[in-house]
């Protein structure tokens, strides 16, 4: 890759904290409409959601606490929320002839 590329390349990508935060919001994949049994497999001992939600609408809530674990609500930071980071990671389409 030329130097000029892979400096473009740099200036996408986000911070290495909120790139493992990104990849933890969609690394796990699961066919359910929630992601309970992924979180009662794992059982997590933090389990972090957007301030956006209310405590008792977390799913997996009860299962984490019960397991002596935390749930954690944190204020969502503006342009850094997971549909944003991955809708700059999609590549830039070429225009036509190029």
């Known amino acids: 890759m030329a130097l000029p590329a892979l400096a473009a390349v740099r200036r996408a990508l986000p911070s290495t904290h ?3 935060a ?3 919001a969609i690394a796990p994949v699961f066919e359910e ?3 309970l049994e ?5 059982q997590p001992a933090v389990l972090v959601k957007g301030g956006d939600y209310k405590r008792e609408e977390v799913v997996g809530r009860e299962f984490v606490e019960a397991a002596g674990g935390e749930v954690i609500l944190v204020e969502p930071v503006p342009g850094h929320s997971t549909t944003a980071i991955v809708k700059r990671a999609q ?7 190029e």
Not at 91 to 97: D, F, R
Request: hydrophobic share 50%; proline share 14%; net charge positive.
């Open 33 to 35: 409409d929630t992601p």
């Open 18 to 20: 909120l790139t493992v």
């Open 91 to 97: 590549p830039v389409k070429e225009p036509a002839g």
């Open 22 to 24: 990104a990849i933890a």
């Open 38 to 42: 992924l979180i009662k497999r794992v």
